[in-house]
């Protein structure tokens, strides 16, 4: 079920993101000729101007081999999506380039049980018990750590949602869906959802008009995912004051960097049940009991 589920997901994500691209293209190349015009007529002479730069790029030419390869690969979707969705190919394609992954889940999941108690037979008796602890304590937060961020995805896909749909964004589910699944990777769903809003809504909108809110709504839901809703369902889940979650992003991403901040909650989730363990050791013992 597990796996039916991960694949209903990128289905789901195929079938989501090829219509809306493909439309969006389409609408871009309609357009295309008034915009050519105005990068011959506005742009161009701004940066002859400013820097100099003298070129006349020869623009009849340019539309004409854009339309020319267009027509070539306007219909590729549209060919290829019937193929994938009928008779299974987009499973069999999906096993065929990511197969390792796939085969390794599916035994983990089938023999995780056997796993662990290998492992617990290997470990010295002496030590068997705090390590037993330590290690359901551990299972215990990341999976609160793994519910809280579901919980994240959940809401700022609503959030994401309502906002494109309340400035009138005609793509307003798909790409607020895309923003709010993608959240749990730091910052990644905020560039996603806001290139493809941006597109969107320059394409729909046709001036700065129709932009301005849509990176309005983005700026809103950045703030609200990584200063309340993060430290308040997945901090209060783990165990870590909203404080410590922000500051547990900044200072794994100034020293780590993109995976810094990527694996900062969950790492921080094992420290704090070491140290808690360490705490309740030191407490029970004589050196504190003197």
Not at 9 to 15: G, K, P, S, T
Not at 26 to 49: D, G, H, M
Not at 149 to 169: F, K, P, R, T
Request: glycine residues 8%; aromatic residues 12%; negative net charge.
């Amino acid at each position: 079920m597990v796996m039916l589920m991960f694949i209903g997901l990128v289905v789901a994500l195929i079938l989501v993101m090829v219509p809306l691209f493909e439309k969006e293209a389409s609408r871009l190349i309609e357009t295309l000729p008034s915009y050519l015009e105005i990068i011959k007529n506005q742009i161009v002479p701004w940066f002859e101007i400013h820097f100099g730069i003298n070129f006349q790029p020869d623009m009849s030419v340019l539309k004409s081999g854009i339309s020319a390869h267009w027509q070539n690969a306007s219909g590729v979707a549209a060919k290829i999506l019937p193929s994938l969705t009928s008779g299974g190919m987009i499973v069999v394609e999906f096993f065929i380039n990511l197969l390792l992954v796939p085969v390794v889940l599916f035994y983990l999941l089938r023999d995780w049980n056997l796993i662990v108690e290998q492992i617990d037979a290997m470990i010295p008796r002496y030590w068997h018990s705090s390590i037993s602890i330590l290690a359901r304590e551990t299972d215990q937060i990341l999976a609160e750590f793994l519910r809280g961020q579901l919980s994240v995805i959940l809401i700022m896909s609503i959030c994401y949602i309502s906002g494109l749909w309340i400035i009138g964004l005609e793509f307003a589910l798909p790409i607020g869906l895309i923003a709010g699944i993608l959240v749990f990777v730091p910052y990644l769903g905020m560039i996603v959802g806001l290139t493809l809003a941006t597109f969107a809504a320059f394409m729909q909108f046709q001036g700065w008009a129709g932009i301005i809110p849509v990176w309005i709504v983005f700026a809103i839901g950045q703030l609200l995912e990584g200063m309340v809703i993060t430290p308040w369902l997945v901090g209060e889940r783990i165990g870590l004051h909203p404080v410590m979650v922000i500051f547990a992003l900044l200072a794994f991403g100034q020293l780590f960097g993109f995976f810094g901040i990527l694996l900062a909650l969950p790492i921080s989730a094992v420290i704090l049940v070491w140290l808690r363990y360490i705490q309740r050791s030191y407490l029970e013992s004589n050196l504190y009991k003197l």
